[in-house]
């Protein structure tokens, strides 16, 4: 069974991020899955974008698990087709994260 990640709590052991494992990495649904599991893996990583860029913006030296976290949810947006959103949204914050790393 799949449930998207919509409320999950921030702190919770799974996250919001482990519910996209099926798009990214592991390809098993992508922008040509029926409509009600792409809704469903829309829904969840919507959830999931606001925190992202809060996270990788808030921070002055970005963690190897925030710049993890970034790269994961910009992979899965590409292969939700949501190509836009990757260009003006992850791009802008996988360089920040890049550019702003620890150690």
């Known amino acids: 069974m ?6 999950i709590p921030a702190d919770h052991h799974v996250g919001q991020a482990g519910c996209l494992h ?3 990495p592991c390809g098993e649904v992508d922008e040509f899955s029926d409509g009600d599991t792409l809704a469903l893996f829309n829904r969840t990583l919507d959830s999931v974008v ?4 809060e996270t990788v913006f808030a ?6 698990r925030i710049r993890l976290e970034c ?5 899965a947006a590409l292969r939700l087709g949501r190509t ?3 260009w003006t949204v992850y791009v802008p ?3 920040k994260a890049h ?3 620890m150690g």
């Open 22 to 24: 099926p798009v990214y």
């Open 50 to 53: 606001d925190k992202t860029a």
């Open 59 to 64: 921070a002055e030296l970005v963690s190897l």
């Open 93 to 95: 914050m996988l360089l």
């Open 2 to 7: 799949v449930v998207d990640g919509v409320g």
């Open 71 to 75: 790269f994961f949810r910009a992979m």
């Open 99 to 101: 550019a702003n790393r």
């Open 84 to 86: 836009e959103e990757f």
